[in-house]
Each structure stands twice: as structure tokens, then as C-alpha cells.
């Protein structure tokens, strides 16, 4: 299984971010995906999660509003979108790829859920 992130960078505060993951050695429709996030210093945290059985995508509150995460199907990609970047913000951000069995919250938002990872894309937003 391979993940591969793209779309990081130096980002101004209030401006938007699309990075992707582009997933390959896995079965892509039946998979839970998600992005997490970690900051200097900080554990990795959850940002956002598709596919949760049976639920819309779950948003962490500090992204919700003003984030989306959106899969392609046909190129196997899963993106995520923000807008209104603030410096806290600032983090490598990792796509992950575990079983879709449960449509409980607290799983589709656990990083223990996911047991494929990529390498991380890093963000840095500027005043």
C-alpha cells in the first residue's frame, strides 16, 4: 500500500490549500481515509475523515466550516481542502488509510483506526 501527499508549502494566513493522496495498493472504494496533522512539538492529531460507514465526513471542530475533504474514485485520490488558513495551521499533514468496519466516531477519528500512511506533506502559513 503506498500513499503519496502533494499540494504542501509556504501558505499567507487567510488564504486557501488543496493538498491530495494519491493511494495505490489498496482496494480504494472500501477503504476509510483520513487526514491528520502534527505540529512541532505536538502529537498528530485528526483533521478530517471520508468514508466513516454510513456517515457524512467528520470533521475536526478546529477545520470544520472551513475545510472539505472529497474523494476521486477514478484516480484513486482523496483531497483536502482549507480555507481560511490560520498560523496554527501550520503542520505536516499525513493521509491514512484503514478498514472501514465501524461507523463510529471515535474510530473513524482515531489514529490507532488507520494502519497505512504517508510519508506527510509540510505546511507552513505566514503572516
Known amino acids: 500500500v503506498q500513499l503519496v501527499e502533494s499540494g504542501g508549502g509556504l501558505v499567507q494566513a487567510g488564504e486557501s490549500l488543496t493538498l491530495s493522496c494519491a493511494v495505490s495498493?489498496?482496494?480504494?472504494?472500501?477503504?476509510?481515509m483520513g487526514w491528520f496533522r502534527q505540529a512541532p512539538g505536538k502529537e498528530r492529531e485528526f483533521v478530517a475523515a471520508i468514508r466513516c460507514y454510513g456517515r457524512e465526513p467528520l470533521y475536526a471542530p478546529f477545520v470544520k466550516g472551513r475545510s472539505t475533504i472529497s474523494v476521486d474514485s477514478a484516480k484513486s485520490t482523496v483531497y483536502f481542502q482549507m480555507s481560511d488558513v490560520i498560523l496554527a495551521d501550520t503542520a505536516v499533514y499525513f493521509c491514512a488509510a484503514g478498514p472501514r468496519t465501524s461507523d463510529s466516531r471515535a474510530y473513524c477519528g482515531h489514529v490507532d483506526t488507520f494502519d497505512s500512511w504517508g510519508e506527510g506533506t509540510r505546511v507552513t502559513v505566514s503572516s
Open positions: 495498493g489498496r482496494t480504494f472504494t472500501s477503504t476509510l
